[in-house]
């Protein structure tokens, strides 16, 4: 698709896109968002550049292969999974730290595994969509 | 094997001589407990492993598995000092080490779990590591598709064994052995006669019993010190050691006591025959391994201590000149280049040792006085007099017996007194640590033979723990008096002799025999033919590699399944109820509808994307509507990168859906479509008209803040209370994306290949 207005226009969307996948990412929390919706957003950016500027272009902006994010991802969902063996838990049960606090109200920072995980599923449904879609872009 | 090895390069390296040290170490730890035992006392060990389904790694050390550790680990040590020599140089010398290594201590586990389901646990990992040892010379086709043949049978009989075990466990209530052993017989028990059936096919599988024994002889693609341990002392005595272990339990009965004696005796006869038919030297022990195994079932059929003791003194015999033979045959195979029967002779001068350590062994397995062979011949011959199928027992043991004797010369004679042919290499004597095996199990049996009292304190103890009482035992002893047995003894030797006279004329008579019978070896490979022609056959007809026939087929079955389910059992559909519809609601109807429509009756495949989104978009409105906006979010962008993909596609397929106007599947999909949501709107209509079990959602609700700390419970469900789930399901994603990321990838190639060719188009409309 040769349209400078598309393909111009396609740079800001990518930005703002990705800047909404992390902000989805982060609030899914307490709020409507979480790991699967913002990797969704993100995959929507990159495919929108993709297609503006070629998959060549979106997978040089990426600087790593999509399939190595996801595959990454998967690994970070399992190591915060594994994380509560040296705490004595059961299998993918969510360790949280309360840093300034004894409580989840009080204290300023809560540092957890809950968090790691959803940045895995994140970077998994990122990887795996953009790697589908450029392949298909491609090879079609 | 010999020719990929260099018997020049460095032989003591670490990864050959680890494996020895630990399994020597090991060999010492189990004889620490031989005073012990033979006393009578007994260890257990034992850690919970899935205490939910009463399953345990639990280890028990008796005077049986004494017997078998001790076996296993002192001819493991051998054989793997054997084997750094015999391979050294090989390049792939360190995997081998490796799998010998991991396939002892799968034998040391099969031979002292104490819990069923850990013993088949072990019992698979031998058969597994077995596969390994065999295939081993992975470059020859023969080897892999021998090592497979032995891999698919025992593996078969294996899962057998599971059902049987499974069964025991059931009825019985437990999977310790040495409780189910404590409480006797199960014979009284209507399930006795299935799960004897079930364990006698993974015996009988695993220790090659007729009709299951063409494996074993094939199995000698192995490279030789293999050979020496899964054929003496490990993985084929297998079988015979779960017959064993189950005595008290499973003994005792008529089919017990005809199954054994028959399956044991048809055996013996057949391998010993057969023994005498062979002309590579290996494959004649290979058979002299069956008819030691189907002896050792005819005499664990017996439930006399006469048959017991002859049953455990044999297995200790034939172990002990099973492997010096076998590790003999390769260190002639090492020296002179050939195993051929016919062309090795007067080799004696050249090689002493290797003389003196076969002919050791070949008198043990003839039953000569004073070696350990001849003492478990003679009370084999007295626990066959005493038993209820005398005559059977009799006919069988002198015919192999008088066999073996043949064989022994063969054997141990012929290759260094006999004459000699024009052999490959000028034979040599073998280098120390491949004559230290052979020689250490040859001297073994003699002097077990002559001080039989230390040859007791192994096999009474096992005695006992197979009839499950103390015997009163005494029965090994160099002389006994003259008597029956020892008249037989005498018949036996003078027949045998006979035999090896006549050997060589025999043999041809045999082998003109064996081209009449049917062949079982190549009866297996007919059967795998068979098997993968059908499976051919069903691929074909299933995968069509057409998408509208699996969308067919799939929905095809959802549909009858549901349908079948709600005529059986279900409630009758309610009246839906539309009067509490909003203009709101009415219009996301309908906007779904019309989406609907336009997708069936357009002709353009962009209108049709298009129009599918529509559809989607309705989907997600509806979630909003209903205050699911993580459901909606996550509906809305699936169905716009669907879109997205779509039309991407779109832009290389021709522009008009059904170009002629006419499909003749058109009419049937209509159908199933209506059929399809018909029977989902009925059962949304019912799962809505029961009430609602809040139970799920209250918990949820109270939980999610209180303990995951988080307030959105679709989000907190997902990463935390059910975060395995969600592992699973990403894991799915990845696998997915990667399948298709690689079959489009692969579509493109092809298509290069062929130069662009038309493809089947029509399937991604």
Redesign the interface.
Known sequence: MNSIIFSAGARILVALLLVFSVFMLLR??????????GG??G??GF?VYA?ACGTAEAKAALRVSP?AI??V??GI??S??LAAAPFGEA??T?I?IWVGGDS?ATAAL?P?T?LV??V??YL??L???V???C?????? | MAEDTDPNAPWITLAGMLPVAITAALFIFFAGYLPGIAAGDTVRWAWAWIPSLDIALSFWLDGLSLMFALLITGIGALVMLYAARYLAGHPQYPRFSLYLFLFMLSMLGLVLADNLIALFVFWELTTFTSYLLIGFSHADPKSRRNALQALLLTAAGGLALLAGFILIGITQGTFELSVLNAAGSLSGDAWYLPILILVLAGAFTKSAQVPFHFWLPNAMAAPTPVSAYLHSATMVKGGVYLLARMHPSLSGTEVWLWTLTLFGGVTTVFASVMALRQIDLKQTLAYTTLMALGTLVMLLGGASGYAITAAMAFLLVHSLYKAALFLMIGVVDHATGTRDADVLGRLAGKMPATAAAAGLAALSMAGIPPLLGFIAKEVAYAGAVQSPVWPLLILFGLTANALMVAVAAIVAWRPFFGPQGQLPRPPHEGPWAMLLGPMALALLGLALGLAPGYAALLVEPAVNAVLGAPDSGGRLKLWAGFNLPLLLSGVTLALGLVLYLRHQSLRDRLIWLEARVPDLDAGWDRLLEHFMAAAKGQTRLIQTGRLRHYLFATFTVIVATVAVTMLARGPAAPAPSMGGLSVREWGIAGLILAGTLAVVLTRAVMTAIIALGVVGIGVALIFIVYSAPDVAITQLLVELLVVVLFAVAALKMPPALDPEGRQRHRPADAVLALLAGSVTTLVLLMVTSLPFDRRLSDFFEASSYAEAYGRNIVNVILVDFRALDTFGEIAVVVTAALGAFALLKSVSKARTRSGGAEGDREDRA
Do not use: C, T
């Not at chain 1, 899914?28 to 919706?37: A, K, S, T, V």
């Not at chain 1, 392949?135 to 079609?140: G, H, I, K, L, T």
């Open positions: 899914g929390h307490n709020l409507p968002g979480g790991g699967f919706i969704l957003i995959a929507v495919i297609l399939e996801a595959m991802g998967l969902a399992l915060a999974g299998l993918f969510g949280w989840y809560k957890n809950v995980f959803d895995g599923v998994v449904v990887g795996s969509i790697s589908l879609a392949a298909f872009e491609e090879e079609v």
